[in-house]
């Protein structure tokens, strides 16, 4: 220190006067004596600048800001000087002294009389991480404002959540009540809600309908407006609103856009292909034409199915008459035979479609098996479907432009009268008017009707739909006090009907015939459907259910089982589902092919053998009872799975229940665990139902081939069964 003050300069003198100066005026007023004194040892008098920066902090050549010490008065400190980066300063220098450092050695100071006030680090962490510096000065609180800390702000709600990036128009649907109803009035009676004219009133009497269920309350007066111009069969300057409907299974969908459709119809002249009704399976078609039939009977409404149950041959002759007009009014389809006649025949147009309804599978998950191979090659069926609907260009082709390669094309010119085209079709006619840009747009009078109870909220899947100013409808009762309840269908819950019981039995996996023979044995489980995963499930538990039976009860009337699955030919198939409507069938073991849609109205018990691997297949399963707001039971049985754990030479057998947890965490995501009430059943239940299923065991064994040491029951029970 003194070889560097001998030299000093007139300019160094002056300042480190004044530097003086101000130093023992500060003493004179802080009272931080002591501090300041450590500093000056720490600091040394001489070099320190003050000017810049005062007692904040330090900066060392680096560039990086060195802790602030405070010690103790009295407190014995070693000093030190850093021998790194010294420079040896040009005496004649007149700039100021640059900041030299002087170094503590720290670890000798007690503790206990050191505060650190900032670390280096500290300059780089989040207020709320970095450490309190004590209080330096005693300014009363009160003279600052305090900060507020910072605070993570709350997650925002589901339903707020839910919301983000939604359709409008499924934001504004029309949530309409389950428990609405409007009675029919009869065929002399004024009728000012419905829309539906006497004729109609006097079918549905007829059929013992009454009244009209909630979603029908909705759409009928909706598709059937009072003003007759929005009922024309061609709208090509006003085209219809598109229409999706979420509503419980077995509200009575199909009747909501059945009426419509025949009433809208009946004022054809000329049969075209006005309505197409698209089904994934064929049960489901031949349901629909059921119903069709049975409304629009006495309409003079023709009504065709394309399944590919028939040759295409056949089904082609049942459509298309010849080169300008169509054979049936209505067309019940699946989508692989749909898109057949769409490629494969001749004039199979769908330009006067006024109707495009799509039930349960906006996108079809289910579909008939021999369905599915035409699908996989379809996947674009509907993008296929809505491009027939409307002509190919604006600009009129010599040739009407073929759908794709294999289509037949239609030389416009050998299209006889205008009145064959529909309007928004015109334009393609050779013969046609002069056709001037001025032309107001015609468009497709298409309206499509999209129906499910389990309506996805997924904005890509609805805008592959290509909805025309979409109409959303969604039954489900809502709480007005509940302001967090969204509709179901945008928080992905799903409405169930209200006359539904919903249960659960968590057992081993070997407990599971065991526990479904004491439901249908306690709980008088008649007129069921039980599902299992696969159509081999679905056969192995029908012979295990028909040894269980015989076992039990020899001698008995045995409860009637019977296997429906896509191994059998769709003939047999029908005749089991003839059987079971008739009551001749008491349980039907199903894959999930009947899941959707099937309307059996006695179904009373619905048992999920196997657990449903999602929601909406659980949604549907459970749906095939509770139907048309009669009671109902669904059952699921939750397997749990033991397992030997070996520890130390100690084995211990722990039930593992990852099944149980998978299903309750997926009600739960649907807000549903609550309403699924769980059943236990104890050893007791079951005892005296153990000695024949021992026996079934036996005797399935041996249908096996597995049992080498068959007892003689056992070989009298299977005999008994072959006979049967
Ligand atoms: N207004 C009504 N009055 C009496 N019964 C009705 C009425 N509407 C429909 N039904 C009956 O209710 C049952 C269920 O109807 P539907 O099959 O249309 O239900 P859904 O809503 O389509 O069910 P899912 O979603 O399972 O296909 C049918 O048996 C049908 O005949």
Redesign the pocket.
């Known amino acids: 220190m003194s070889n560097f003050q001998e030299g000093k300069t007139k300019a160094k003198s002056r300042y480190l006067r004044r530097k003086k100066e101000r130093r023992k005026a500060r003493k004179s007023a802080a009272p931080r004596k002591h501090v300041d004194q450590a500093r000056e040892i720490l600091v040394g008098s001489d070099d320190h600048d003050e000017a810049d920066g005062d007692d904040a902090h330090s900066e060392n050549d680096d560039g990086e800001v060195a802790a602030e010490v405070t010690v103790a008065p009295g407190t014995d400190v070693k000093e030190r000087r850093t021998s790194k980066k010294e420079k040896t300063r040009d005496e004649s220098d007149d700039k100021p002294p640059r900041k030299r450092r002087k170094v503590v050695d720290v670890e000798s100071i007690p503790k206990d009389t050191i505060e650190i006030v900032a670390t280096v680090d500290d300059q780089h962490l989040e207020p709320s991480q970095r450490q309190t510096p004590p209080q330096r000065s005693p300014t009363p609180q009160a003279a600052l404002p305090s900060f507020p800390l910072p605070a993570i702000p709350d997650a925002p709600s589901k339903s707020v959540l839910a919301v983000q990036g939604l359709d409008q128009a499924l934001l504004g649907a029309e949530v309409v009540n389950p428990a609405a109803s409007i009675p029919i009035p009869s065929e002399g009676e004024e009728d000012t809600k419905s829309g539906l004219s006497g004729k109609t009133r006097k079918r549905l009497i007829e059929l013992g309908?009454t009244?009209?269920?909630a979603v029908?309350t909705a759409l009928l007066p909706f598709l059937l407006p009072k003003n007759y111009l929005q009922r024309s069969l061609y709208m090509p300057f006003n085209p219809p609103q598109d229409v999706c409907v979420s509503?419980p299974?077995?509200?009575?969908?199909?009747?909501a856009y059945v009426l419509p459709i025949i009433e809208i119809l009946s004022s054809r002249i000329v049969t075209r292909l006005y309505a197409l009704v698209v089904l994934p399976t064929r049960d489901l078609v031949t349901q629909v034409r059921e119903t069709f039939e049975a409304v629009g009977k006495g309409r003079g409404l023709k009504i065709g199915v394309a399944t590919g149950q028939h040759s295409f041959a056949h089904e082609q002759s049942q459509l298309v008459a010849d080169r300008s007009s169509h054979k049936v009014d209505i067309l019940i389809c699946t989508p692989g035979r749909l898109i057949d006649h769409l490629t494969g025949t001749p004039n199979f147009s769908l330009q006067h479609l006024r109707f495009l309804a799509r039930?349960?599978f906006i996108f079809a998950s289910v579909i008939d098996e021999a369905d599915r191979l035409l699908a996989q090659s379809f996947q674009d069926w509907l993008a296929q479907v809505l491009a027939a609907t409307r002509p190919s260009s604006l600009h009129r082709p010599e040739i009407l432009t073929p759908l794709s390669p294999h289509t037949p094309t239609v030389n416009a010119n050998d299209i006889p009268f205008s009145d064959a085209l529909a309007p928004h079709f015109l334009s393609q006619w050779k013969k046609a008017a002069f056709v001037a840009d001025i032309d107001e747009k015609k468009e497709s009078s298409c309206q499509k009707l999209l129906f499910s109870?389990t309506l996805t909220r997924d904005p890509g899947r609805l805008a592959a739909l290509d909805l025309r100013n979409p109409k959303y409808f969604v039954v489900q009762s809502r709480m007005a006090e509940d302001k967090d309840k969204e509709m179901d269908v945008i928080t992905d819950r799903f409405t169930m009907p209200a006359t539904l019981n919903e249960h659960m039995i968590v057992c081993e996996s070997s407990q599971k015939p065991l526990m479904l023979f004491h439901l249908v044995q306690s709980h008088n489980v008649q007129n069921a459907l039980v599902f299992t995963k696969s159509s081999e499930s679905t056969t192995r538990l029908v012979r295990l259910f028909q040894s269980f039976e015989t076992a039990r009860a020899p001698e008995a009337r045995h409860t009637v089982v019977q296997a429906y699955s896509s191994d059998l030919p769709a003939g047999e198939r029908k005749g089991i589902l003839d059987k079971f409507k008739a009551q001749e069938i008491d349980i039907l073991v199903c894959s999930d092919l009947i899941s959707r849609?099937i309307?059996i109205?006695h179904v009373s018990h619905v048992v999920s053998y196997d657990v449903p691997v999602d929601m909406r297949k659980y949604v549907h399963r459970v749906?095939r009872t509770a139907?048309?707001g009669r009671a109902g039971d669904a059952w699921t049985l939750v397997e749990e799975q033991e397992v030997a754990l070996r520890c130390s030479g100690l084995e211990e057998r722990i039930l593992i229940n990852y099944q149980a947890r998978y299903f309750k965490s997926m009600l739960k995501a649907s807000d549903h665990l609550g309403r699924v009430k769980r059943l236990r059943v104890v050893d007791k239940d079951v005892a005296s139902l153990v000695g024949p299923y021992q026996a079934s065991h036996d005797l399935w064994a041996l249908w096996l081939g597995t049992n080498s040491r068959p007892s003689q029951t056992a070989l009298q029970n299977l005999r008994e069964i072959y006979t049967r």
């Open positions: 309908i009244e009209l269920f029908q509503a299974t077995g509200s009575g969908k199909t009747l039930h349960i109870a849609g309307d109205s749906g139907r048309a």
